[in-house]
């Protein structure tokens, strides 16, 4: 097996790593041949270890980073969680039980990702009824000052507590993806250690 070779099977291996971190990724490795030379090509194929072995062993690793970093945003929360996902399904896990306990967490994560999507698209209809019922309540004033004033006090109370819980809905999904990602390269971890 030549460098060409081995790069393209470890690019299939690595394809599902979101977009930045395959990059990263075919980086590093494209720097490691580099590095070696030509003409020391196949001792550096030979360090790396079989192309599952190597693919494996840098989403671990990418895995370990995400769960070590702080969430920053929603997004980023994600992709770590999906490296953190891919990470698992390579992972040596030396009980089936851990297997289990990692599908019961990703339903627990699953679970509580759709409460918090839910709640957060209530909020955001408090963000945008707030200001139609002020509007509404603009098209009446001529009829009704009492209705106007209600209208304006609805529309800025749902405005100003749907701005609120939004952010705080943010806030909350960036800590439990944070949270989630830790447990995840906890179990990571403890599997790679019984492995060994």
Known sequence: MNKQEYMEQLKKRLKRLPGE???????????????????????????????????????????????KEPVLDVKSGFHGLWVLFLALCAAPLALPLLLVGVVLVFTAIIIVATVLFALLLVAACGVLTGPLTFVAGLTVIHRSIPVFITCTGIGLLFTGAGTAITYGMYQLCKRFLGWSMQGLAGMIQRGGKKHA
């Open 21 to 67: 971190d395959f990059e990263r990724a075919v980086e590093y490795f494209e720097e490691y041949f580099a590095e070696a030379g030509v003409e020391n090509e196949a001792k550096a194929i030979e360090d790396l270890g079989p192309v599952k072995e190597a693919a494996d062993q840098i989403i671990m690793d990418m895995a370990m980073d995400y769960s």
